[in-house]
């Protein structure tokens, strides 16, 4: 891999992201596989919006979760048929939810039963129906979760104690037909344990709404919550045994009358995409300040906020780091600062950490970039070139390098 990203580094420059479709397909193999296809896969595209990944990802997930009519357009040129997409998210404006009517999308994933009301009135005003997901928002959810939105006042989804009332007067709505239900309640979670107790909390909810209110739904997503081991010490879930344990809970699920013919869908975004990805930048400038090492990169929080630790973590931890090109033979290590370009002291990479002697012209990798990197970062801070976005795969078996940055030009 290394060789690899010296070469990328050298063709289109730096800083870069580079992703390998490889690891994608093949992490897509093993959830089909661990699960024996009990799951259609949904590809949530807030993790990596790339057009040119949304392309290759048609061969191997079923289905896009979107959250913005411009996730749609990216969706559509990629070539998704609308009927494959999904429509989540809490503050869906009036034009894209019109928007998403008629191009026939898939499902709408209702939030609330005011958001409902709003894609009956504009289905009616279509001439059509449309047809939704209830978003469910469980009373609970297990410790274990990095992001937790269950059991608190929430801007997702339906409260699980204010479901009697919301579907009795989703029912009334004359222009949509509830589809199935919707559960994305909490994500980055590396505890088998809970994750296995998570796929059970949403088996009991599907199953009490599905027999509580007379429905018999045809799709039940799941949001998986599966995290991916971004720091040093972290160890990611063995997949297998998580399946062997949630495996039966889904088809108990799948034997009730009024389940049986629902497909289950498992909806990931940085499962899929995260590891897969690696940040590339040039080391442009050494120095030792009051007896500290400080390397300054061509990269920095404008290109990935989330490894200078300013999305959503407490304090920064730095991410899995390693110099590109080293040789077999490390030789020194020293301890430094890694920091980007900006001129603000919040624009730091990682905190004292130790790699093999750095100088000018070396290249760092950061592991774990494919989600949630470039497209939450605040690109135009400082009015630097954005990073170039390439991807690597076989195709017909000879290697394959693209530049894809031009697929997500227009965002930040």
């Not at 024996?36 to 048609?58: C, E, T």
Request: charged content about 20%; overall charge negative.
């Amino acid at each position: 891999m290394n060789s690899t990203l010296m070469d990328i580094a050298q063709c289109f420059g730096t800083p870069c992201y580079v992703y390998f479709m490889e690891d994608i397909a093949a992490r897509c193999a093993a959830l089909r596989q661990a699960f024996a296809q009990r799951f259609k896969i949904s590809y949530a595209v807030k993790a990596n919006p790339n057009v040119g990944l949304l392309q290759r990802l048609r061969a191997h997930t079923d289905a896009l979760d979107i959250s913005s009519a411009g996730e749609m357009q990216r969706a559509l040129c990629a070539g998704w048929p609308p009927q494959r997409l999904s429509f989540t998210g809490p503050g869906k404006r009036t034009q894209e939810l019109a928007a998403a009517v008629m191009q026939e999308i898939g499902h709408i994933v209702v939030e609330s039963v005011h958001e409902a009301r709003t894609v009956s009135q504009i289905a009616g005003a279509c001439g059509t129906h449309q047809d939704i997901l209830v978003r469910l928002a469980p009373r609970r959810i297990p410790r274990g979760f990095g992001l937790n939105m269950a059991g608190k006042p929430s801007q997702f989804g339906i409260d699980e104690e204010d479901l009697d009332g919301a579907f009795a007067a989703l029912k009334t709505l004359p222009n949509l037909r509830i589809r199935g239900f919707h559960i994305y309640s909490g994500t980055q979670c590396l505890d088998a344990n809970a994750l296995v107790e998570h796929f059970e909390i949403c088996c009991d909810l599907f199953r009490q709404c599905a027999t509580r209110h007379a429905l018999t739904p045809h799709v039940l997503v799941f949001g998986s919550g599966f995290g991916i081991p971004y720091y040093p010490g972290q160890e990611a879930f063995d997949l297998g045994h998580l399946a062997a344990r949630v495996n039966p809970a889904l088809d108990a699920l799948l034997q009730d009358d009024r389940l049986r013919n629902a497909v289950c869908v498992l909806e990931t975004g940085r499962y899929l995409v995260g590891e897969a990805g690696i940040f590339v930048t040039r080391v442009i400038r050494i120095k030792v300040s009051r007896g500290t090492r400080i390397a300054i990169c061509d990269g920095g929080m404008h290109h990935h906020l989330a490894a200078c630790g300013h999305l959503g973590s407490v304090f920064h931890r730095n991410y899995r780091i390693f110099k590109v090109n080293v040789s077999a033979d490390m030789g020194d290590t020293a301890t430094y600062e890694l920091v980007g370009p900006l001129c603000t002291t919040i624009d730091t990479l990682a905190h004292g950490i130790e790699l093999p002697t750095l100088d000018e012209g070396d290249l760092i990798g950061i592991h774990c970039s494919g989600a949630y990197g470039l497209t939450v970062s605040p690109m135009h801070f400082i009015s630097h070139p954005p990073p170039q976005e390439i991807v690597v795969e076989n195709v017909q078996g000879q290697p394959s390098v693209e530049d894809i940055s031009q697929f997500t030009a227009g965002i930040g």
